[in-house]
C-alpha cells in the first residue's frame, strides 16, 4: 500500500553543521511532496514542497532534493540552529487526490 | 491573522461519552481536513471536505463523523468515544487539495478517554 517512511526517527547535529532528513516513498503516483516541521505542542508547519516534475528546490536554508528512480526524498537544512529542533515530517500527494500520506517523522537535536 | 483554530484544546472523557472537535478558518479555503497524531506514528486523514457540502472518508474513519458546516468551519464528532481513540487530533486547510498547495493547521486538540 500507500506508504512514506522516514529512514532514521532521531538525529543529533551540532549548531551550525548541516542537517539531512531523508524520506522513502511507495507511491509511484505521487507527484507532490512536502515536508513539514512540528515544534513541541503546536501544528506542523509548511517548510517547501517539490512537485515531481523537478529534482530540487531551494527556500531559506533549506533545500530538498527528489530522486524519483529509487523514490527518495531528501531535506537539507543549512547552518542548523537551536530553532530548527523539532520534528520533520515528509508528506505525499497527487494530482487530484485529498489524502495526503504522511512519514512517522524525525526529530531532530541541535546541541549547543 | 488566526489561521485555523480549533477547540478545545485539551479534553478528557469517559468510555461510552460524545464530544463535538470544533475546527474554523479565516483564510477563504475550499479543503479542510481532519488528522489524528498518535505517538511515534505520522499524522493519518481520519476524513476531509474537498469543497463545502462534500466530506469524504480517509484513512482512519471508523468511529468519527464529520460536518462542513459552511466554507470556514468543519468539526468532528466521536458518537462513543474509545480509549482507542485517545489521541492529538489535528485540523487543517489548504486552498485546494491534492498536488497544488500545502496545508495549513491548528494548534491540536489533546483527547484522553479514560
Known amino acids: 500500500g500507500e506508504s512514506v517512511g522516514l529512514h532514521l526517527p532521531t538525529l543529533s547535529v551540532q549548531e551550525g553543521d548541516n542537517s539531512i532528513i531523508n524520506c522513502a516513498y511507495s507511491?509511484?503516483?505521487?507527484?507532490?511532496f512536502i515536508w513539514y516541521k512540528q515544534e513541541s505542542g503546536k501544528g506542523p508547519q509548511f517548510i517547501i514542497d517539490?512537485?515531481?516534475?523537478?529534482d530540487k528546490r531551494q527556500g531559506q536554508r533549506v533545500t530538498v532534493l527528489l530522486n524519483k528512480t529509487v523514490k527518495h526524498l531528501s531535506l537539507q537544512i543549512a547552518a542548523t540552529q537551536p530553532g530548527d529542533s523539532a520534528v520533520y515530517f515528509c508528506?505525499?500527494?497527487?494530482?487530484?487526490?485529498?489524502?495526503?500520506?504522511f512519514g512517522a517523522g524525525t526529530r531532530l537535536f541541535v546541541k549547543a | 491573522n488566526a489561521g485555523v483554530t480549533q477547540t478545545p484544546k485539551f479534553q478528557v472523557l469517559k468510555t461510552g461519552q460524545s464530544m463535538t472537535l470544533q475546527c474554523a478558518q479565516d483564510?477563504?479555503?475550499?479543503?479542510m481536513y481532519w488528522y489524528r497524531q498518535d505517538p511515534g506514528m505520522g499524522l493519518r486523514l481520519i476524513y476531509y471536505?474537498?469543497?463545502?457540502?462534500?466530506?469524504d472518508k480517509g484513512e482512519v474513519p471508523n468511529g468519527y463523523n464529520v460536518s462542513r458546516l459552511n466554507k470556514r468551519e468543519f468539526s468532528l464528532r466521536l458518537e462513543s468515544a474509545a480509549p482507542s481513540q485517545t489521541s492529538v487530533y489535528f485540523c487543517?486547510?489548504?486552498?485546494?487539495?491534492?498536488?497544488?498547495?500545502?496545508?495549513?493547521f491548528g494548534q491540536g486538540t489533546r483527547l484522553t478517554v479514560v
Open positions: 487543517a486547510s489548504s486552498e485546494y487539495g491534492g498536488a497544488r498547495t500545502e496545508a495549513f
Open positions: 507511491n509511484s503516483a505521487s507527484d507532490y
Open positions: 517539490i512537485r515531481s516534475n523537478m
Open positions: 508528506a505525499e500527494n497527487h494530482t487530484g487526490g485529498f489524502k495526503t500520506i
Open positions: 483564510m477563504n479555503h475550499n479543503s
Open positions: 471536505s474537498a469543497s463545502e457540502g462534500t466530506t
